[in-house]
């Protein structure tokens, strides 16, 4: 090999590696040199082989058979770039194990040359990121080979290549030359020798390009790495940019020993202000949610490759410490971020199953009771990131809503929770349905509530079913549903039937209901309530607003019959006990229906009552007149 400013390509005499690139004529004779290194002499034939540095043909069999190199990637693009690196690896391995005119390496070129061309056609320009042990496309690992003495991507790092990319129309003899070059770097190099990035800048190539920086060595070659030539030279900042290009190397890559032999005095040296913010920034909690989510996603990156050692199991605790982090700084905007990130990423098809527990980990009970206590007291809107998180909880939220619900009962809580599942869509009608007949009184409002939001129809005919014998929150609730659904007879029927219902809210519900729709069959029942439970201690509001619901129900039998409760025809019936009450409700009637006889009656209660239906009486004649029914009694 040439030394210097020599090209590789000026050399005399033809190189007989390169040489094989050429059809030789049938019949020629092969004046190949002897093995050039130690590692190709060695190197056994395969089992049932010729001599591997013999001239005649390979066996059928391929000689990297039990090579450890495999094709990786999993897009179309990453396996096609796979098969193509891997053709070139064993291309410019099967340098050192064979002579040039020998057919196998004839059936290397034309893989290597089947593979790059099919890539560079279908998928356009090889772009790619060189890392010690692999090659990356796009964020996919599309080479991977450990192995230093065999890995194209070590040969490639160590020289200091980084990135590599091939365009569509690069030519055949590009391709053979950089493969001439990558066979010779595989020999090993001595400190005499050009380095890769010396060899592909001396080629010129015209459609390959390459972006490098210095380059290592591992402990164990015989080459010093640093040029101290070049560190003189830049004096402290050579050997801090020799310290930086160090700590950029991968964790376990071989760097050269740094040199500690220089004696320097101890002195203060002042921190520009750009540091000074940076170690601040660092330091406080501002950029640490970021940091967590950042940290996060280089992880499951990790994880996700199949061709990392990391397992996502290993993983799970520092996610789940991100995940409690993140939770008691309320941050739901991280939270997303980072559920966007576990969905985007491509998991290994082993991990499918633990991908949904990580999902789930960051929306589990826990997790989504504390982001729901978080809302504002009294708000009225859903936080648009507690949305999307739920969104994309695996399967359905449901479920899981439903459970906070039971234990999250703030009215807030109840109403984020009630927001979400109608969120949820049509399609859990039926489970909810089902969940009203199973749930406690209160949680089953609540989900009443819901049903009748996305499908009100149903939830009109459940809250019909529910409107009676019912926990009052529940009655409550449906009787809401149905003020707002279509009015039938049988709706009416049931609302006159909860006249008589325990719970003093649910009867002047169903009342004022009785009262809008003014059917006058319903006037039986009402007076009737009336009549049969004067004598017992019906507070005064039910009293009045029954005497009201008779009046707007059916006015002229109303005034008949307040006019009997005033003026009772039999003696008896004075002094029957409940006469106070239907002589209160007769005053409050009478003072919403115009004309003499209404004021004339409710100054006949008044005379000889007691105080406090006198102080009643004395307001409904007030209401009387202005509601404007009075009629001057002094002209």
Known sequence: MTTGDESIWDTEDEDPYLAALEEPEEGAPSDAPPPRDEEAAESPPPDGADDPFSSEPAPSRDPFEDDDEEAVGTSDSGKSASDALVALGRAARSYLLYEPDNEAIRLFLDDLRTKFRFYLDTFGTLKLVIRPWEMVLGGEVVYLNRDRERSLSFRLFRDGVRRLSIRPEVEWDEITQLLGILSIRYVGVRQQEDDIVTLLWKAGFKNIEVDSVEGFVPEDDETEVVDEALLSELGDEGHGAAGGMIGAAPEGFDVPWPDYTKRVPLAWKPINEERLQAAAREDSNVELPAQCVQLLREILEVACNSVEPLELEEATPILREIRDFLLSEGLLSSLLEVMQIINALPFREKDLERKQDLLGAFTDERALSRIIRSVPAGSREVPVELQALVDSIPGSAVPLLLSIMRKERTNTARWVCRTLIAGAGLQHADSLAQAIHEEDPAVAADILQVLAQIDPERGAHVALDMVRGADVAVQLQSLAII??????????????????????????????????????????????????????????????????????????????????????????????????????????????????RSEECIRVVAKGASEELHKHCMQCLVRHRRLGVRVDHDG
């Open 483 to 596: 003020e707002n659904a279509a009015y039938s007879p049988e709706v009416g029927q049931r609302l006159a039937r909860l006249l008589v219902e325990s719970s003093l809210e649910v009867r002047m519900r169903a009342l004022r209901m009785l009262e809008q729709h003014q059917e006058r069959w319903a006037f039986h029942a009402v007076s009737s309530r009336l009549r049969r439970n004067a004598s017992r201690d019906l507070e005064a509001r039910e009293v009045d607003a029954l005497a009201l619901a008779m009046v707007r129900i059916w006015e002229e039998r109303a005034l008949h019959t307040f006019v009997g409760w005033v003026k009772p025809r039999r003696l008896l019936s004075r002094v029957l006990s409940g006469q106070a009450t239907l002589r209160r409700a007769a005053a409050t009637g009478l003072s919403y229906i115009p004309g003499d």
